[in-house]
């Protein structure tokens, strides 16, 4: 039998590198990609290779540039073949006020936590649609669903990804090919480093759960969902100790 192939976008770090241990873990091919953090992406190829017997691939691309996005899935369609799972984790925030926010950095905001979702998805669908199979999980946020403030482009983008989400599982359901989203809370990751201790501690005690989420659980997650009923798509999973 053919071996199953993971890509996850951003997985140098963070949710998306949790997730790539978990599929391979679970004997999964995995595809890792980065924008810069080139050197935590093959310590993380190097850990996976090591640890799994599974092939690892680290490719560096910006997927929210489209010539680059679909540079990469030449790579892998060349190198591994075809996708099996696609997880379109690849997300930047900003902290701040709308009014102080530029132009360009809305739109490096839109094009990081949205965009690339569609660049990605475009690359992968044709021939997930020719053999009727694959599975597509964006992680997405809860402030996608009621908006967090200073965060505004940031709850945009990802307000947009779960409609996107929900378009797209309608469009590739015919096809046996569901799309999911993982509504994340507040998860341990270097994304809320701008908050101080005091602030860090005001958001716990909100938490019913009173922690924060971790990586790994999202990893978890993403991996069930990989292997969740066909007919189980176009959901929004939240996962947030409880906080919505």
């Not at 993971?6 to 140098?12: L, R």
């Amino acid at each position: 039998m053919k071996q199953k192939i993971a890509c996850i976008t951003g997985s140098s770090r963070g949710i998306g590198k949790a997730i790539a241990l978990c599929f391979a873990q679970d004997g999964y091919d995995v595809v890792l990609n980065c924008r810069n953090s080139i050197s935590q992406m093959e310590q993380l190829k190097s850990e996976i290779e090591t640890t799994y017997s599974v092939r690892c691939m680290g490719i560096c691309a910006d997927v929210s540039v489209p010539e680059q996005a679909a540079h990469m899935f030449q790579s892998i369609a060349s190198e591994f073949g075809e996708i099996d799972v696609l997880v379109s984790n690849a997300g930047i925030s900003f902290f701040g006020l709308i009014s102080d926010m530029t132009p360009l950095e809305w739109q490096n905001v839109i094009n990081t936590n949205l965009s690339s979702a569609f660049y990605c998805c475009k690359e992968i669908i044709p021939s997930m649609v020719a053999k009727k199979s694959g599975r597509i999980l964006m992680i997405s946020s809860i402030w996608g669903s009621c908006g967090a403030s200073y965060e505004a482009a940031y709850s945009a983008a990802k307000g947009g990804l779960n409609t996107f989400t929900k378009a797209l599982a309608k469009e590739l359901a015919p096809s046996h090919i569901p799309v999911n989203a993982i509504a994340c809370g507040v998860i341990d990751t270097e994304m809320n480093a701008h908050l101080t201790a005091e602030e860090m501690q005001a958001l716990i005690d909100e938490i019913p759960a009173c922690r924060l989420g971790t990586p790994e659980e999202v990893g978890q997650l993403a991996l069930l969902l990989s292997k969740a009923p066909e007919y189980l798509t176009g959901q929004i999973i939240t996962m947030d100790g409880g906080l919505l």
